[in-house]
């Protein structure tokens, strides 16, 4: 394919519904990238894009064709494909990853309008994320990797409560019932979406504690395609091979409910898929380097890093637990992903001189 200029736009998808740890992932991966990602200067303060030496995130509410106002005139939520404009978005996408920049609309999610237009230069990568990065297909072919972050409904509820409650002063009933009313649409055009997604963070309630539903103890499960290119998934001990395994003992500390891990091959809307999963949480962050030294094609630069890692940002949600660990495991994928990517385009044309 004809690039414009000498651009490598690797292109990267993060798709799950709102409140659910996207802004923490982005965190974690530009982390991984060596650098934190921050509002562009001078510009909207309203933006909702965050860019970095190597990455920019954009957001895809700014693909809202239908401001607050017009939502609730036609009766449409966010999630609707009808409030968003999916031509634009693959338009932009598309001009984005070939070199060209854009003019990307800005959706201010504190007054609900269209802002005016930002200028979006096409980074080293670019991460689009949001409620609909795998529903339109000209879009998805656009992706070089795709993850999906799939919350139950149990903790969906849990961190929802935790964050509207506490910051935003919701009632625990309006927390409800905003819930209820998105499920159709959640249903209907963000969820099918995993079938699409190389890799997939599920997040679900410990099974170590019978009938649990706190919603503090998480069982997460990284469930990892078979055969993408770039791609090697992550393994636990044997590849290919079905592992229970509890880490606590001698060389990790583990208080009530402890942990347990798993590893095994699984079929995935119809894919073959390698699954890691986590069950309960560390006590003691610095012990995991035990864990990791178990875990094998994690794509580390240097023995250690997953755990230095995940020490680093010890103040984010979820680094005593899966979601924490998966995410760092995924951000050292991409940018193994990238690096193979960059290299092989980079090959591209000596091979077509020869
Ligand atoms: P998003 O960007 O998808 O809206 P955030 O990353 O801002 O989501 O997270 C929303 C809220 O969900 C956080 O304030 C936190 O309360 C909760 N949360 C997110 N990730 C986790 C996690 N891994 N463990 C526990 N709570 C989490
Ligand atoms: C989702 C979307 C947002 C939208 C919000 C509330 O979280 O990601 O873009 O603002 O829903 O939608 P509303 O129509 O109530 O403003």
Redesign the pocket.
């Known amino acids: 394919t004809c690039a414009a200029g000498d651009s490598q736009t690797v292109v990267i998808g993060l798709a799950a519904d709102?409140g659910c740890g996207k802004s923490t992932f982005m965190r974690r991966l530009t982390s991984v990238f060596g650098g934190a990602a921050e509002p562009p200067k001078g510009g909207n303060p309203d933006s909702n894009t965050l860019i970095s030496d190597t990455t920019t995130v954009i957001c895809l509410?700014d693909y809202?064709s239908l401001d607050?106002t017009g939502?609730k005139e036609k009766g449409v939520?966010?999630l609707d494909p009808r409030a968003n404009d999916f031509d634009l978005m693959y338009d932009q996408v598309k001009a984005l990853k070939d070199g060209i920049s854009v003019q990307k609309p800005i959706?201010n999610?504190v007054t609900?309008l269209l802002d005016p237009p930002e200028l979006i230069k096409p980074p080293k990568i670019l991460v689009i994320e949001g409620?609909h990065p795998m529903f339109d297909s000209r879009v998805r072919e656009l992706l070089d990797f795709s993850i999906y972050l799939d919350i139950s409904n149990e903790v969906k509820f849990a961190w929802k409560i935790q964050r509207d409650m506490a910051e935003r002063g919701h009632s625990l009933e309006s927390i409800k019932a905003s819930i209820e009313a998105r499920k159709p649409d959640f249903e209907a055009y963000i969820d099918p979406q995993k079938q699409y997604a190389d890799a997939v963070i599920e997040v679900l309630p410990t099974q170590l504690i019978p009938n649990d539903n706190e919603g503090k103890i998480l069982r997460v499960r990284l469930i990892q395609k078979e055969g993408v290119k770039y791609f090697s998934p992550v393994y636990l001990f044997d590849e290919g091979s079905t592992i229970s395994w509890i880490p606590c003992g001698r060389k990790l500390t583990c208080s009530y409910p402890g942990i347990k891990f798993f590893y095994g091959p699984e079929t995935y809307y119809g894919n073959e898929v390698s699954v890691v999963e986590m069950d309960g949480q560390f006590d003691r962050l610095d012990e995991l380097i035990y864990v990791e030294s178990h875990l094998s094609n994690l794509s580390t630069k240097f023995y250690g890093e997953v755990t230095q890692q995940m020490l680093k940002h010890a103040d984010f949600p979820g680094s005593n637990n899966g979601t924490g660990l998966f995410q760092t495991i995924i951000g050292l994928k991409i940018r193994d992903l990238y690096e193979q990517l960059i290299a092989s385009k980079a090959e591209t044309p000596v091979a077509a001189k020869a």
């Open positions: 709102s509410d809202h607050r939502r939520t966010a959706y999610h609900g409620l």
